[in-house]
């Protein structure tokens, strides 16, 4: 008997997206330039139109520019090594971070990492679209950035984001050379699409 073999994955953009969708990319590469006051507004901007449960908005920034050079090394101090290595040159760095309980009930609220997801896929779309790049990095000590920050225990910080113009692949060592020129490869819709019983 023949077998079907599906291909799973695939490198390139298969149905129509949007321009900010096709470029957006975490890059580790950055440009020394600053991010405006006005284009730092932009990004939260961006951030506070995502939906979330009940509206309650759980996210939380906290950002620190390169001309903040000890809240900036507050927020660095905390990354994990294999991080630090490349987002020592992002001008931008900002904590994202969820209030654990809803305001209307201080009941725990599950949806807010989720939510939280959501403000900054919309914050990294803007980014794009205003020509910087955002790499997320969950690889952070937690417990450090609490301390540096005095983040209370209403909220947890959830994912550190490395901002800035991108820079050029030869700025970086490896193995981080390669990898920002490499595809980028995605599931097809075959893996995680269905349009019958599961
Ligand atoms: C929640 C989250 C945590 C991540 N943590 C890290 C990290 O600690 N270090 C890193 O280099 N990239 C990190 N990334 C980036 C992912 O590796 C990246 O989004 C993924 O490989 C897809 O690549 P793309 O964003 O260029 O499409 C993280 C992304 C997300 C959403």
Redesign the pocket.
């Known amino acids: 008997m023949e077998t079907q073999t599906i291909e799973l994955k695939s490198n390139t953009i298969e149905h129509p997206v949007f321009a900010e969708i096709r470029e957006?990319?975490?890059?580790?590469a950055y440009l020394p330039t600053p991010v405006s006051g006005e284009t730092i507004k932009s990004l939260f901007e961006a951030a506070r139109w995502a939906p979330s449960s009940s509206n309650e908005q759980p996210w939380a920034y906290l950002y620190a520019t390169k001309d903040q050079p000890e809240l900036w090394e507050k927020i660095f101090d905390s990354l994990?090594e294999?991080?630090k290595f490349?987002a020592r040159e992002a001008p931008l760095l900002v904590v994202s971070m969820v209030r654990k309980n809803f305001l209307k009930n201080d009941k725990p609220n599950g949806s807010a990492r989720f939510d939280l997801?959501a403000a900054?896929a919309f914050l990294s779309l803007q980014a794009t679209h205003l020509g910087l790049n955002v790499?997320?990095?969950?690889?952070?000590e937690k417990e450090k950035i609490i301390r540096n920050l005095n983040i209370p225990d209403t909220h947890e910080p959830?994912?550190v984001l490395a901002i800035g113009y991108p820079g050029t692949p030869e700025q970086l060592a490896e193995p981080f050379k390669t990898r920002e020129t490499a595809p980028?490869e995605?599931f097809t819709q075959e893996f995680f699409v269905m349009n019958n019983t599961f």
């Open positions: 957006r990319k975490s890059r580790r994990m294999g991080n490349w997801g900054n790499h997320q990095m969950g690889g952070f959830v994912v980028r995605r």
